[in-house]
């Protein structure tokens, strides 16, 4: 069955500081699709990177980076020299196959407030 | 582009009123979907589309009912209102190659007295 893990509720980080939100998955397929998401205050959710199981390569985009483990079912992100336009909540999420298409699990979010 | 909007944006209903939320997107996208999101539990499904006509049950369709007449627009009803339906309600759209992005809407907020 599908479950997607963000252990971390809520964390607060003094700006410029770097901040690491986790992600734990668990499937039975060997074919997935791994997503993170943005929630600003505004409320839109917006979306920031998505990965296949077949690609391990971490990336990085700007402040933004995420490393891919299979091997402990986890895709990281981290965010570089937080800002305070970073505050926001951050949502993993999982896809997989099924009869007729793909199926998609959010996880719970963390919240992520920096400070000035 | 508009993107994915919603109608409307926030609504309070008394138990057992009925209403209906509308979602419209201009991206020509196949699939719709519609969420809640509720304090420490993320966005859970209610209802998908995978084409105009089609619609199917997510992880949370009780009590909600879903019509997909037209490709650009998804429509979510309550037809008896309760108050473990107070939440806030996004629809998102995405392409036919699965699994791509979802583009979400704004949210409506619902709250049920």
């Known amino acids: 069955a599908q479950k997607v893990t963000q252990a971390q509720t809520e964390i607060s980080v003094v700006e410029k500081e770097d901040v690491t939100l986790d992600c734990v998955y668990e499937t039975r397929d060997t074919t997935y699709y791994l997503f993170w998401y943005k929630q600003p205050p505004s409320g839109e959710l917006v979306f920031l990177i998505r990965r296949n199981s077949f690609d391990e390569q971490n990336e990085i985009s700007g402040r933004y980076s995420w490393n891919f483990q299979k091997s402990t079912s986890s895709f990281n992100f981290t965010i570089t020299a937080s800002q305070v336009v970073d505050s926001a909540v951050y949502f993993c999420a999982l896809s997989e196959a099924y009869t007729g298409g793909f199926k998609t699990i959010f996880g719970a979010g963390t919240r992520l407030f920096v400070k000035a | 582009n508009a993107g994915v909007t919603q109608t409307p944006k926030f609504r309070v209903l008394k138990t057992g009123q009925s209403m209906t939320l509308l979602c419209a997107q201009d991206?020509?996208?196949?699939?719709m979907y519609w969420y809640r999101q509720d304090p420490g539990m993320g966005l859970r499904l209610i209802h998908y589309s995978v084409g105009e006509g089609t619609t199917a049950k997510g992880e949370v369709p009780d009590g909600y009912n879903v019509s997909r007449l037209k490709k650009q627009n998804f429509l979510l009803g309550l037809e008896s209102a309760a108050p473990s339906q107070t939440s806030v309600y996004f629809c998102?759209?995405?392409?036919?190659?699965?699994?791509?992005?979802?583009?979400f809407g704004p949210g409506t907020r619902l709250t049920v007295t």
């Open positions: 991206m020509n996208h196949e699939y």
């Open positions: 998102a759209s995405s392409k036919r190659e699965a699994p791509s992005e979802q583009y």
